[in-house]
Structures are given as structure tokens and as C-alpha cells.
């Protein structure tokens, strides 16, 4: 069982930076693939990033992130991580991280545990 808090969402201007991150309670944190995802009101939940479990050497994204965001993970610190650069005004949505065991997926469908989500709105 693991418990997921997003933080670090806001607004922000076009062309400017945020971090976000994703607290995870339990003892096995190390042991998830983790996922950032990001919904608009009425719309499907849509892939942003994953990272593999352990060391965290795997990573992907979606074509609409690629070159601009970064996911990472602290295991240590329980954390995982989306550093989002050159925001756009379409990247406004509210994102969630998601964990689930074995490989990382860009299905929101095989994930487990989620967060309660975090505003990020980008304006022009």
C-alpha cells in the first residue's frame, strides 16, 4: 500500500518553470514504477512521464514533454519528481502521479495508487 501527495503546482507565466513533486508514504516506494499523468475538466486522463522502479533508469515521455520535462525519483526521500521547463499555456491541466509495481506504462489503467492532483495553469 502506498499514499501519493503532489505538491508544487501553481501559475505560472509562458516560458517559465515548475517542479512538481510526489510524496509517497510505505516501505516499498523503491519497488513502484511511477507516473505523472495530467486531466483537463471533462477530458480522459493523458500520459506525461514514467520512470522504472529501483534506480530509476528507465524513463519516458510523452511526445507533447519530450525535451521539455524531466521525471526523476529520491528513494531515499520517498519523492518522485516532474520538472517542467518552457511551459506552455496548452500544459495547463491538473497533473497527477500515479505508482504501480512492475514496468512503467503510459496507460493510466495499470496504475494502483494515485494522488489527489495538482493546478498548474500557464498563462499567455
Known amino acids: 500500500q502506498v499514499q501519493l501527495v503532489e505538491s508544487g503546482g501553481g501559475l505560472v507565466q509562458a516560458g517559465e518553470s515548475l517542479r512538481l513533486s510526489c510524496a509517497a508514504s510505505?516501505?516499498?516506494?523503491?519497488?513502484?514504477?511511477m507516473g505523472w499523468f495530467r486531466q483537463a475538466p471533462g477530458k480522459e486522463r493523458e500520459f506525461v512521464a514514467a520512470?522504472?522502479?529501483?534506480?530509476?533508469?528507465?524513463?519516458y515521455y510523452a511526445d507533447s514533454a519530450k525535451g521539455r520535462f524531466t521525471i526523476s525519483r529520491d528513494n531515499a526521500k520517498k519523492v518522485v519528481y516532474l520538472q517542467m521547463n518552457s511551459l506552455k499555456p496548452e500544459d495547463t491541466f491538473v497533473y497527477y502521479c500515479a505508482a504501480k509495481g512492475g514496468s512503467p506504462s503510459d496507460s493510466p489503467k495499470p496504475y494502483n495508487y494515485w494522488g489527489q492532483g495538482t493546478q498548474v495553469t500557464v498563462s499567455s
Open positions: 520512470i522504472s522502479n529501483w534506480s530509476g533508469s528507465n524513463t
Open positions: 510505505g516501505r516499498t516506494f523503491s519497488t513502484y514504477a
